[in-house]
Protein backbone atom coordinates (compact mmCIF):
# COMPACT_ATOMS: atom_id res chain seq x y z
CA UNK A 1 0.00 0.00 0.00
CA UNK A 2 0.75 3.77 0.13
CA UNK A 3 1.32 4.44 -3.43
CA UNK A 4 1.57 7.49 -4.86
CA UNK A 5 1.41 8.52 -8.88
CA UNK A 6 3.19 11.13 -10.32
CA UNK A 7 2.12 12.14 -13.99
CA UNK A 8 3.53 12.92 -16.34
CA UNK A 9 6.93 11.09 -15.54
CA UNK A 10 9.11 13.75 -18.50
CA UNK A 11 7.52 16.62 -20.29
CA UNK A 12 9.25 19.06 -22.74
CA UNK A 13 7.86 22.11 -23.03
CA UNK A 14 8.48 25.82 -25.22
CA UNK A 15 9.77 28.50 -23.24
CA UNK A 16 6.68 30.88 -22.32
CA UNK A 17 4.40 27.46 -22.13
CA UNK A 18 2.94 26.35 -18.44
CA UNK A 19 3.06 22.83 -17.53
CA UNK A 20 0.86 21.15 -14.74
CA UNK A 21 2.25 17.98 -12.95
CA UNK A 22 -0.25 15.37 -10.49
CA UNK A 23 0.83 14.09 -7.90
CA UNK A 24 -1.88 11.26 -6.81
CA UNK A 25 -2.01 9.21 -3.46
CA UNK A 26 -3.80 6.14 -5.52
CA UNK A 27 -4.66 4.05 -1.79
CA UNK A 28 -4.44 6.64 0.73
CA UNK A 29 -5.79 9.75 2.00
CA UNK A 30 -3.10 12.54 2.35
CA UNK A 31 -3.86 15.91 3.66
CA UNK A 32 -0.41 16.86 2.96
CA UNK A 33 1.24 16.77 0.37
CA UNK A 34 5.14 18.34 -0.57
CA UNK A 35 6.85 19.56 -3.55
CA UNK A 36 10.45 19.16 -4.21
CA UNK A 37 12.92 20.06 -6.71
CA UNK A 38 15.95 18.13 -7.13
CA UNK A 39 19.10 18.70 -9.27
CA UNK A 40 21.64 15.81 -10.61
CA UNK A 41 22.99 13.89 -7.76
CA UNK A 42 21.82 16.37 -5.46
CA UNK A 43 19.10 16.20 -2.17
CA UNK A 44 15.51 17.13 -2.20
CA UNK A 45 14.69 20.79 -2.04
CA UNK A 46 11.76 21.45 -0.49
CA UNK A 47 9.48 23.84 -2.68
CA UNK A 48 6.01 23.93 -0.90
CA UNK A 49 3.82 22.14 1.23
CA UNK A 50 0.64 21.82 -0.30
CA UNK A 51 -2.39 21.38 2.39
CA UNK A 52 -5.61 19.97 1.38
CA UNK A 53 -8.56 22.98 1.02
CA UNK A 54 -6.01 25.78 1.64
CA UNK A 55 -3.37 27.54 0.45
CA UNK A 56 0.19 25.74 0.00
CA UNK A 57 2.78 27.00 2.23
CA UNK A 58 6.03 27.98 0.17
CA UNK A 59 9.91 27.87 1.13
CA UNK A 60 12.13 30.98 1.31
CA UNK A 61 12.49 31.85 -2.33
CA UNK A 62 9.66 30.00 -3.91
CA UNK A 63 7.55 32.31 -6.39
CA UNK A 64 4.09 31.01 -5.03
CA UNK A 65 2.96 32.68 -8.32
CA UNK A 66 5.61 30.67 -10.94
CA UNK A 67 4.95 27.76 -8.95
CA UNK A 68 1.00 27.36 -8.53
CA UNK A 69 -0.19 24.75 -6.01
CA UNK A 70 -3.29 23.32 -5.65
CA UNK A 71 -4.53 20.21 -3.46
CA UNK A 72 -8.42 20.32 -4.00
CA UNK A 73 -8.73 16.90 -2.61
CA UNK A 74 -7.47 14.25 -0.31
CA UNK A 75 -5.82 12.48 -2.77
CA UNK A 76 -4.72 14.94 -5.56
CA UNK A 77 -1.99 17.90 -5.63
CA UNK A 78 -1.05 19.62 -8.83
CA UNK A 79 2.04 22.11 -9.64
CA UNK A 80 1.67 24.18 -11.99
CA UNK A 81 4.76 25.72 -13.57
CA UNK A 82 3.84 28.83 -15.29
CA UNK A 83 5.47 30.74 -18.21
CA UNK A 84 8.08 28.27 -17.69
CA UNK A 85 12.09 28.98 -18.94
CA UNK A 86 15.35 26.79 -19.57
CA UNK A 87 16.26 27.59 -15.98
CA UNK A 88 12.99 25.73 -14.84
CA UNK A 89 14.35 22.37 -16.10
CA UNK A 90 14.78 19.96 -13.08
CA UNK A 91 13.46 16.94 -11.48
CA UNK A 92 10.48 17.66 -9.44
CA UNK A 93 9.33 15.05 -6.81
CA UNK A 94 5.99 14.89 -4.73
CA UNK A 95 5.30 12.81 -1.58
CA UNK A 96 2.63 12.67 0.47
CA UNK A 97 1.73 11.64 4.16
CA UNK A 98 -1.33 9.75 4.99
CA UNK A 99 -3.61 11.39 6.75
CA UNK A 100 -4.44 11.01 10.85
CA UNK A 101 -0.47 9.74 10.90
CA UNK A 102 1.91 11.81 13.21
CA UNK A 103 4.48 14.18 11.42
CA UNK A 104 7.26 12.99 13.73
CA UNK A 105 7.44 9.89 12.69
CA UNK A 106 5.23 8.57 10.03
CA UNK A 107 6.98 8.17 6.60
CA UNK A 108 6.84 10.01 3.17
CA UNK A 109 5.49 8.48 0.68
CA UNK A 110 7.05 9.68 -2.95
CA UNK A 111 6.20 9.56 -6.29
CA UNK A 112 8.89 8.85 -9.00
CA UNK A 113 9.03 12.19 -9.80
CA UNK A 114 8.91 14.20 -13.32
CA UNK A 115 11.61 15.03 -16.00
CA UNK A 116 10.85 18.71 -16.83
CA UNK A 117 12.64 19.89 -20.08
CA UNK A 118 12.61 23.51 -21.26
CA UNK A 119 14.02 24.79 -24.35
CA UNK B 1 16.19 26.73 9.87
CA UNK B 2 17.35 22.78 10.79
CA UNK B 3 20.03 21.75 8.60
CA UNK B 4 21.26 18.03 8.08
CA UNK B 5 25.22 17.44 6.96
CA UNK B 6 25.57 14.11 5.64
CA UNK B 7 28.84 12.78 4.81
CA UNK B 8 31.08 11.61 2.77
CA UNK B 9 29.03 13.18 -0.01
CA UNK B 10 30.60 10.99 -2.81
CA UNK B 11 31.70 7.29 -2.15
CA UNK B 12 33.02 4.80 -4.67
CA UNK B 13 33.98 1.24 -3.17
CA UNK B 14 34.80 -2.71 -4.71
CA UNK B 15 32.40 -4.74 -4.06
CA UNK B 16 32.55 -6.40 -0.23
CA UNK B 17 33.81 -3.48 1.47
CA UNK B 18 32.22 -2.25 4.30
CA UNK B 19 31.21 1.54 4.20
CA UNK B 20 29.35 3.86 7.13
CA UNK B 21 27.61 7.09 6.14
CA UNK B 22 27.00 9.80 8.55
CA UNK B 23 24.03 12.07 8.80
CA UNK B 24 24.70 15.33 11.22
CA UNK B 25 22.87 18.27 12.99
CA UNK B 26 23.19 20.79 15.59
CA UNK B 27 19.02 20.32 16.10
CA UNK B 28 17.13 17.61 17.73
CA UNK B 29 14.93 15.69 15.99
CA UNK B 30 12.00 14.26 16.79
CA UNK B 31 13.05 10.81 14.41
CA UNK B 32 14.69 10.54 11.58
CA UNK B 33 14.45 8.74 8.08
CA UNK B 34 16.72 7.09 5.62
CA UNK B 35 16.03 6.73 2.18
CA UNK B 36 17.34 5.18 -0.74
CA UNK B 37 16.89 6.96 -4.45
CA UNK B 38 17.93 5.67 -7.71
CA UNK B 39 18.15 7.59 -10.81
CA UNK B 40 14.74 8.67 -12.51
CA UNK B 41 12.74 7.08 -9.57
CA UNK B 42 11.51 8.72 -6.27
CA UNK B 43 13.22 7.49 -2.66
CA UNK B 44 12.13 5.02 -0.88
CA UNK B 45 11.66 4.63 2.63
CA UNK B 46 14.62 2.61 4.52
CA UNK B 47 14.14 2.83 7.76
CA UNK B 48 12.78 5.27 10.54
CA UNK B 49 14.28 5.45 13.45
CA UNK B 50 12.82 7.36 16.56
CA UNK B 51 14.59 6.80 19.78
CA UNK B 52 17.94 7.84 21.50
CA UNK B 53 20.19 5.22 20.97
CA UNK B 54 18.46 3.21 18.89
CA UNK B 55 19.96 0.41 16.47
CA UNK B 56 17.87 -1.07 13.69
CA UNK B 57 18.94 -3.89 11.10
CA UNK B 58 17.70 -4.63 7.68
CA UNK B 59 19.71 -7.63 6.12
CA UNK B 60 23.38 -5.54 5.67
CA UNK B 61 22.35 -2.56 6.60
CA UNK B 62 22.56 -1.09 10.33
CA UNK B 63 20.69 2.17 11.36
CA UNK B 64 21.78 3.89 14.15
CA UNK B 65 20.24 7.06 15.55
CA UNK B 66 22.30 9.06 17.87
CA UNK B 67 21.58 9.13 21.98
CA UNK B 68 20.67 13.02 21.53
CA UNK B 69 18.78 11.99 18.70
CA UNK B 70 21.03 14.97 16.07
CA UNK B 71 23.03 12.37 14.25
CA UNK B 72 22.21 9.04 12.82
CA UNK B 73 24.44 6.76 10.76
CA UNK B 74 23.96 4.13 8.16
CA UNK B 75 26.62 1.22 7.85
CA UNK B 76 26.91 -0.95 4.61
CA UNK B 77 28.35 -4.61 5.15
CA UNK B 78 29.33 -6.37 2.50
CA UNK B 79 28.04 -3.43 0.02
CA UNK B 80 27.06 -5.17 -3.52
CA UNK B 81 26.93 -3.32 -6.78
CA UNK B 82 22.68 -3.28 -6.36
CA UNK B 83 23.46 -0.87 -2.82
CA UNK B 84 24.19 2.17 -5.70
CA UNK B 85 22.24 4.81 -5.43
CA UNK B 86 21.64 8.09 -3.54
CA UNK B 87 21.07 8.01 0.29
CA UNK B 88 18.72 10.57 1.74
CA UNK B 89 18.12 10.62 5.85
CA UNK B 90 15.66 13.60 6.66
CA UNK B 91 14.85 14.50 10.18
CA UNK B 92 11.27 14.93 11.05
CA UNK B 93 9.75 17.60 13.13
CA UNK B 94 6.63 19.00 11.02
CA UNK B 95 8.24 18.53 7.75
CA UNK B 96 10.88 17.19 6.85
CA UNK B 97 14.29 18.09 6.75
CA UNK B 98 16.83 16.39 4.17
CA UNK B 99 20.66 16.18 4.15
CA UNK B 100 22.46 16.51 1.50
CA UNK B 101 22.70 13.17 0.03
CA UNK B 102 25.43 10.41 -0.38
CA UNK B 103 25.93 9.36 -3.71
CA UNK B 104 27.67 5.87 -3.32
CA UNK B 105 28.41 3.35 -6.28
CA UNK B 106 29.51 -0.20 -5.32
CA UNK B 107 32.15 -1.44 -8.63
CA UNK B 108 31.85 -5.37 -9.19
Known amino acids: GAVVSQHPSRVICKSGTSVKIECRSL??????MFWYRQFPKQSLMLMAT?????????EQGVEKDKFLINHASLTLSTLTVTSAHPEDSSFYIC???????????????FGNGTRLTVT | TQLLEQSPQFLSIQEGENLTVYCNSS?????LQWYRQEPGEGPVLLVT?????EVKKLKRLTFQFGDARKDSSLHITAAQPGDTGLYLC????????FGDGTTLTVKP
Open chain 2, 49 to 53: VVTGG
Open chain 1, 95 to 109: SARKSGMSSYNSPLH
Open chain 2, 27 to 31: SVFSS
Open chain 2, 90 to 97: AGLAGKST
Open chain 1, 27 to 32: DFQATT
Open chain 1, 50 to 58: SNEGSKATY
